[in-house]
């Protein structure tokens, strides 16, 4: 049973690059969401999507894209990279909406120079 | 949006201290989490508690849900090296599908 898996573990792009971040869960859960980290600021959130074909934004979205097409795969899409994006990405799952039991991934670490 | 305050940001302690942390929040919660981080490892669950005035114990961690619902508290007894980490608490309000996250408390332990 893996979890949450998130790839790549670490990632380096160049400003106006684009790359997708990937988050797999086996757990057959509903709900996933995906987080960023910096310094200081604890977890803040992305976008969520509380079921296969459905995504809503969180609280800072701008950059970012996401799409549910399966209960399993939720990928993060950076359209056009910024050094402001430079974070450690965490992908999470739950088995509800009410996500009191969130799984984490190992986290992506990316940089944009 | 809400805001968790958690404090303090850091703290230095010798093995075998306890410890006390905690978060505050602007808003009301129904549900509160502890996540602690290792390093290059996401946050894992310690305890969540979902009623004002909740006591829950994990071993040596005891977390409690403040009755006001805008704060909660945690406590490590008899501290050990593995304890070392960043500690975030995380608050749900039902209906709002969203979990908030406090700012963390980093742990260090002095030998």
């Known amino acids: 049973n893996a979890g949450v898996t998130q790839t790549p573990k670490f990632q380096v792009l160049k400003t106006g690059q684009s790359m997708t971040l990937q988050c797999a869960q086996d757990m057959n859960h509903e709900y996933m969401s995906w987080y960023r980290q910096d310094p200081g600021m604890g977890l803040r959130l992305i976008h969520y999507?509380?079921?296969?074909?459905?995504?809503d934004q969180g609280e800072v979205p701008n950059g970012y894209n996401v799409s549910r097409s399966t209960t399993e795969d939720f990928p993060l899409r950076l359209l056009s990279a910024a050094p402001s994006q430079t974070s450690v990405y965490f992908c999470?799952?739950?088995?509800?909406?009410?996500?009191?039991?969130?799984?984490f991934g190992q986290g992506t670490r990316l940089t944009v120079v | 949006g809400q805001q968790l305050n958690q404090s303090p940001q850091s703290m230095f302690i010798q093995e075998g201290e306890d410890v006390s942390m905690n978060c505050t929040s602007s808003?009301?919660?129904?549900?509160w989490l502890w996540y602690k981080q290792d390093p290059g490892e996401g946050p894992v669950l310690l305890i969540a508690l979902y009623k004002a005035g909740e006591l829950t114990s994990n071993g040596r961690l005891t977390a409690q849900f403040g009755i006001t619902r805008k704060d909660s508290f945690l406590n490590i007894s008899a501290s050990i090296p593995s304890d070392v980490g960043i500690y975030f608490c995380a608050g749900l309000y039902f209906g709002n599908e969203k979990l908030t996250f406090g700012t963390g408390t980093r742990l260090t332990i002095i030998p």
């Open positions: 808003s009301i919660f129904n549900t």
């Open positions: 999470a799952s739950s088995l509800t909406r009410m996500n009191t039991e969130a799984f």
């Open positions: 999507s509380v079921g296969a074909g459905i995504t």
